[in-house]
């Protein structure tokens, strides 16, 4: 069964941190890209971060660039999302997604797609 999991969500205070963890079960991550997108309550689905697991190449948001940071452990089968200097409006239900068509796909935003693979979910609230 082809399963994204994520975990490491929970409730951190402004300006500190938090570090998301995604895992893959049933596919091997490598030749895939894999993303990080959150939904604010009210919101649309917003891609904030990716990496091509083959050759590491990353995109980042406006909004979080500077501050998050998208790593993978390919020998685990994992990609993590290391959040520093963290803001209210971060708090977000943040999924990570097996990117259908992968980073060729990006025009200047990372847009979810009905093809991509996703995770359940992880919430992350951060407190002023």
């Known amino acids: 069964e082809v399963r994204l999991v994520e975990s490491g969500g929970g409730l951190g205070q402004a300006g500190g941190s938090l570090r998301l963890s995604c895992a893959g079960s049933?596919?091997?991550?490598?030749?895939?890209?894999i993303g990080w997108f959150r939904q604010a309550p009210g919101k649309a689905r917003e891609g904030v971060a990716c990496?091509?697991?083959?050759?590491?190449?990353?995109y980042y948001s406006k909004s979080v660039k500077g501050r998050f940071t998208i790593a993978s452990d390919n020998a685990k089968n994992m990609v993590f999302l290391q959040m520093n200097s963290l803001k209210p409006e971060d708090t977000a239900v943040y999924y990570c997604?097996?990117?259908?068509?992968?980073?060729?796909?990006?025009?200047?935003?990372?847009?979810?797609?009905?093809?991509?693979?996703w995770g359940q979910g992880t919430q992350v609230t951060v407190s002023s």
């Open positions: 049933g596919f091997a991550f490598d030749g895939h890209a």
């Open positions: 997604a097996d990117l259908f068509g992968g980073l060729r796909r990006l025009r200047g935003s990372l847009e979810p797609l009905d093809e991509d693979y």
């Open positions: 990496i091509d697991i083959n050759d590491g190449s990353t």
